[in-house]
């Protein structure tokens, strides 16, 4: 049983910055994908980004490319997401998530996400 645990959300500004966190604890696979979503405030949840791993291999939503970077920590397990030029649109609940088949056509499906993270608001406002 994977258990993953997000870290980092907050309030920033419009044109800030922000770094979220996902910490990932009982893995036992070496293939798998790590998934970034939102779901903003009566809409339903979004694909964000993905990175395929071992092969770090990444994946954006048109919404945030060139603006969101994921990457990934092996030493600590911990997969990032560098949110840069945030946007009122950037506000919602941020869920990261595990997908242990680790298959490129299951990237931003979250049917094939196992594991989820609790959740971390992410709220950009002036």
């Known amino acids: 049983q994977v258990h993953l645990v997000e870290s980092g959300g907050g309030l920033v500004q419009p044109g800030g910055s922000l770094r979220l966190s996902c910490a990932a604890s009982?893995?036992?696979?070496?293939?798998?994908?790590i998934a970034w979503f939102r779901q903003a405030p009566g809409q339903e949840r979004k694909f964000v980004a993905a990175?395929?791993?071992?092969?770090?291999?990444?994946y954006y939503a048109d919404s945030v490319k060139g603006r969101f970077t994921i990457s990934r920590d092996n030493a600590k397990n911990t997969v990032y997401l560098q949110m840069s030029r945030l946007n009122p649109d950037d506000t919602a609940v941020y869920y990261c998530?595990?997908?242990?088949?680790?298959?490129?056509?299951?990237?931003?499906?979250?049917?094939?996400?196992?594991?989820w993270g609790q959740g971390n608001q992410v709220t950009v406002s002036s």
């Open positions: 990175i395929r791993c071992p092969i770090r291999a990444t």
């Open positions: 998530a595990e997908d242990p088949g680790g298959s490129l056509s299951s990237v931003g499906n979250q049917a094939a996400y196992a594991y």
């Open positions: 009982g893995r036992t696979r070496n293939n798998f994908n």
